[in-house]
């Protein structure tokens, strides 16, 4: 029995993600929603109506189905391919085609692709032709099975932020299934990680799963690094940035090393005419300079990655943190200019904060309507 | 004299090529016992190694057929039936017919049921009805080894026809068979010499048939993953 006593609820518009080891039945749970396998026992409820009382063949043409190995028909065109199923339900070739080209868009192809087949695709443009075939008849529950597994990580990560950016548009009601634990944080408002016998081990959102794993299984399936991941979750807006110690590069080594001493910081941080990031310099370097030495003359160190306050995570904040030669993370506005420096110590506040917020801002992604229920 | 000599004086023999049992006549009549077998056989084998292929209700049959299929004593079966039931037409087509179905629902089997298992999963999760997987996807997918199925039947049937001349019957074979009974090289020769070529004719027919037949995405590739 690869599923038992699974209840499980997916509310509408969101992405649910079924993750678990292999053979632990999170396919077959995909496969039962659209009939591809029928239950022994209990039901599927879409809509609140059992998926058994539809015509399969109908049933599916009103549900997207993804797999991981494509399943493009290699006789047919690109377009013909994502027109599969509106022609299935009767459209004019020509408006079906239509809809095809308009989806190649969507799914970020160029439509000059229609007329191609499949084997003159990459990896990558199959999975995206893979997913625009599913989204075709707009239909209001996709199902997406290990559907970027096949692809290098490099594209898969590019799909992965194409299908978070298609669901801010489309607001599907989404179940995928992976054995990535990355991607289901990822994709997944929610996600639902099974043990290997097949029962539930946790159904939550995922930083919920990152912060407040049920037990040990769960914590060890999450990953060691779960603690950093979650980071992910926590905008860099509320940090407290320093000011000290940043000078300008048309500014003396007098007054850079004056602010130096004030921060009690061995690195400066030195800007351009824009106020952008130019470099670091180690308080050591300048000492033997004469006090009036332009700061522009001076060779400074890469200033390496920054992170922009207003959009990027907490992890954001912690790479650059530590990618940077001072050991301190540069923020700066949407437009590449210093807003202020933070530090290890102040970053560890923050993440402890963060982590104590957790229990309380996770919750209200259970709060939404029923729509499907497995 | 070579073969070439012998077959080629023969056909080229102007008397050949006029009135009845001519050239162009038994040319005619060979082609029609071999367009009639391969088309009863087509419309059993194709239908049948295609329910086999999509449900695989079956497939243990269509193994030990193939596996038999160098062994039918074509000629034996001729003999056995002209024994049973005079010379009839059953008589040449069923031999005829029994050596085609092989090669064709083989490999119509094969293309159906070796449709790649994605594709298929892909096709019933579209909402398409058995009757659309099997026309729209398995059988147009298949295309390549169908085609291949009847050329070998084809060919089959074109150098086997000669059989119907035991029974007194025309097509190439009544030269073979009347020149062996007279002694005379030269119809063996030619009747030989124009099988050959009727075989490489039906050759070049298939390769211009997969051409118009064979969908586009599917000639370069071959199988599709």
């Known amino acids: 029995m690869a599923v038992d006593a699974l209840d499980l609820e997916v509310p509408a518009g969101k992405t649910m993600v079924l993750v678990g080891p292999s053979g632990c039945g999170k396919t077959t749970t995909l496969r039962m929603i659209n009939r591809l396998v029928e239950p022994t026992e209990g039901r599927v409820l879409l809509d609140g109506r059992d998926v058994r009382q539809s015509n399969p063949a109908q049933l599916r043409r009103g549900i997207g189905y993804v797999i991981q190995q494509t399943g493009l028909f290699p006789h047919r065109t690109v377009q013909d391919n994502i027109a599969t199923v509106p022609l299935l339900d009767g459209w004019p070739r020509k408006k079906a085609r239509a809809r095809a080209r308009d989806l190649l868009a969507l799914v970020g192809l160029d439509p000059a692709l229609a007329p191609r087949y499949p084997y003159q695709l990459s990896g990558g443009q199959q999975q995206r032709v893979g997913v625009a075939r599913a989204l075709a008849a707009d239909p209001p529950v996709l199902l997406m099975d290990e559907p970027f597994s096949a692809v290098d990580p490099l594209i898969r990560a590019s799909l992965q932020d194409e299908l978070v950016r298609l669901q801010t548009e489309l607001r599907k009601t989404v179940v995928l299934v992976t054995h990535d634990i990355e991607e289901a944080i990822k994709v997944g408002d929610l996600v639902a990680l099974y043990r290997p016998d097949g029962r539930l081990a946790q159904v939550d959102a995922p930083q919920r799963l990152l912060g407040m794993p049920v037990d040990s299984y769960v914590s060890d399936f999450v990953g060691f690094d779960r603690g950093i991941r979650l980071l992910s979750f926590f905008r860099a807006t509320g940090l407290n940035l320093r000011a000290e110690p940043i000078v300008g590069s048309d500014s003396t080594v007098a007054k850079a090393l004056g602010a130096a001493r004030d921060a009690g910081q061995p690195w400066i941080l030195v800007t351009d005419s824009d106020g952008k990031p130019r470099g670091w310099l180690p308080a050591e370097r300048l000492a033997p300079l004469a006090d009036d030495t332009p700061l522009g003359t001076v060779p400074a160190e890469e200033f390496g990655h920054t992170f922009t306050v207003e959009t990027d995570s907490l992890r954001a904040a912690l790479d650059a943190a530590l990618l940077s030669p001072a050991g301190q993370a540069i923020g700066v506005d949407s437009a590449g200019r210093v807003a202020g420096l933070l530090s290890y110590d102040q970053l560890r506040a923050a993440v402890q904060a963060a982590e104590a917020t957790t229990k309380d801002a996770a919750g209200d992604a259970e709060q939404q309507p029923r729509s499907l229920r497995a | ?225």
Do not use: C
Not at chain 2, 40 to 58: F, S
Not at chain 2, 90 to 105: D, F, N, R, Y
């Open chain 2, 1 to 225: 004299m070579s073969f070439f000599t012998f077959a080629w004086d023969w056909v080229t023999q102007a008397a050949n090529w006029h009135g009845p049992g001519s050239i162009p006549h038994q040319v005619l009549a060979h082609l029609g016992y071999s367009g009639l077998s391969l088309l009863v056989a087509a419309l059993i084998a194709i239908p049948l190694g295609i329910a086999i292929g999509h449900t695989g209700r079956g497939a243990v049959f269509v193994v030990n057929l193939a596996n038999a299929w160098r062994a039918i004593p074509t000629l034996g079966l001729l003999i056995l039936l002209a024994v049973l039931l005079g010379f009839s037409f059953v008589t040449w087509l069923v031999p005829l017919v029994v050596l085609a179905i092989p090669p064709i629902l083989v490999n119509t089997y094969e293309g159906v049921a070796g449709v790649d298992r994605g594709v298929k999963d892909a096709a019933l999760g579209a909402g398409m009805t058995g009757w659309q997987q099997v026309t729209r996807v398995e059988v147009p997918i298949a295309m390549p080894l169908i085609l291949v199925g009847l050329r070998t039947a084809a060919i089959f049937m074109v150098a086997t026809a000669t059989i119907a001349a035991y029974i007194g019957l025309g097509g190439l074979g009544r030269y073979i068979v009347d020149g062996l009974a007279s002694d005379q090289y030269g119809p063996v020769a030619g009747g030989a010499l124009l099988v050959i070529i009727l075989a490489v004719a039906v050759l070049a027919l298939f390769a211009g048939l997969s051409r118009l037949i064979i969908p586009a995405g599917l000639r370069r590739q071959g199988r599709s993953e």
